[in-house]
């Protein structure tokens, strides 16, 4: 589903992934961890193509770039199509409803009928358990239910894949499980995810293969169960140490 080789991203002089190689397959779940500032947001955002690369290659699907070469907007826009991203940040257009901004996406970029869009925006809002605050507009609605409407519309363009960029890390502790739940019954019913969290639990009940990173570079991956109880790497052992 996602084959990743040799991924490069600079800012400046400042060097942030450093020749990345990631395969995930077609229905896994797999968790980015790592101190913050070790690149995982960047690697996120260049694989929907918020950020581009300066070398390497991406595969989504059947899409493929290769940023050794200078890629159009029309290829960069074929990338992106094939994800759907939740930020940490909600995101949501505060004057549009949570139904408004769930239908955005496929009405304004995939140029679909709102008498299409809209059936299946409600069948999403109530797949993440907010059939009945459709008319609401984020300022009436909770952070936890903000972060249920983000993923609703990024599933709403039907991304191949879905990213999660620590979707829990702007909200009360208490509201954190609502969002997870709907993360774990994403996973459930076979949905291909990459997700940088904090939360460590998920990370160990859901995720397929965990990744750690440090430096802009994969230090040690595995299965989960692996990665926490019998961590190879110092530096993993190092960073588990202090958040387990």
Same mark, same amino acid.
């Given at each position: 589903m996602i084959t990743i080789n040799r991924l490069h991203k600079r800012f400046g002089e400042l060097e942030v992934l450093k020749g990345m190689d990631v395969t995930v397959k077609k229905g896994e779940v797999v968790v980015l961890i790592g101190p913050s500032g070790s690149g995982k947001t960047t690697f996120l955002r260049c694989l929907n193509a918020l950020e581009i690369p300066n070398e390497g290659s991406i595969r989504i699907d059947n899409v493929s770039l290769d940023f050794t070469k200078k890629s159009n907007k029309k290829e960069l826009l074929q990338l992106r199509r094939q994800t759907g991203m939740v930020f940490q940040g909600y995101n949501l257009f505060p004057h549009k409803t949570a139904l408004e901004n769930v239908m955005e996406g496929p009405t304004i970029v995939q140029?679909?009928?709102?008498?299409?869009?809209?059936?299946? +925006?409600?069948?999403?809002?109530? %797949? /993440?358990? &907010?059939? @009945?605050?459709?008319?609401?507009?984020?300022?009436?609605?909770?952070? $936890?239910?903000?972060?249920?409407?983000?993923?609703?519309? +990024?599933?709403?363009?039907?991304? %191949? /894949?879905? &990213?999660? @960029?620590?979707?829990?890390?702007?909200?009360?502790?208490?509201?954190? $499980?609502?969002?997870?739940?709907?993360?774990?019954?994403? +996973?459930?019913?076979?949905?291909?995810? /990459?997700?940088?969290?904090?939360?460590?639990?998920?990370?160990?009940?859901?995720?397929?293969?965990?990744?750690?990173?440090?430096?802009?570079?994969?230090?040690?991956?595995?299965?989960?169960?692996?990665?926490?109880?019998?961590?190879?790497?110092?530096?993993?052992?190092?960073?588990?140490?202090?958040?387990?």
């Open positions: 140029k679909k009928s709102k008498t299409e869009v809209k059936d299946k +925006a409600i069948r999403l809002l109530q %797949k /993440v358990g &907010l059939g @009945d605050k459709l008319d609401f507009y984020p300022f009436q609605l909770s952070g $936890g239910q903000q972060q249920r409407v983000g993923i609703a519309r +990024a599933l709403a363009i039907e991304p %191949k /894949v879905m &990213l999660f @960029d620590e979707p829990t890390s702007a909200l009360d502790p208490e509201l954190v $499980g609502e969002v997870l739940k709907v993360m774990k019954n994403l +996973a459930e019913e076979g949905m291909t995810m /990459v997700v940088v969290t904090h939360e460590m639990r998920f990370a160990k009940e859901v995720a397929d293969k965990v990744i750690f990173m440090d430096q802009g570079k994969i230090v040690e991956e595995g299965d989960p169960s692996r990665i926490f109880d019998q961590p190879t790497n110092e530096r993993t052992k190092q960073f588990l140490s202090l958040i387990q």
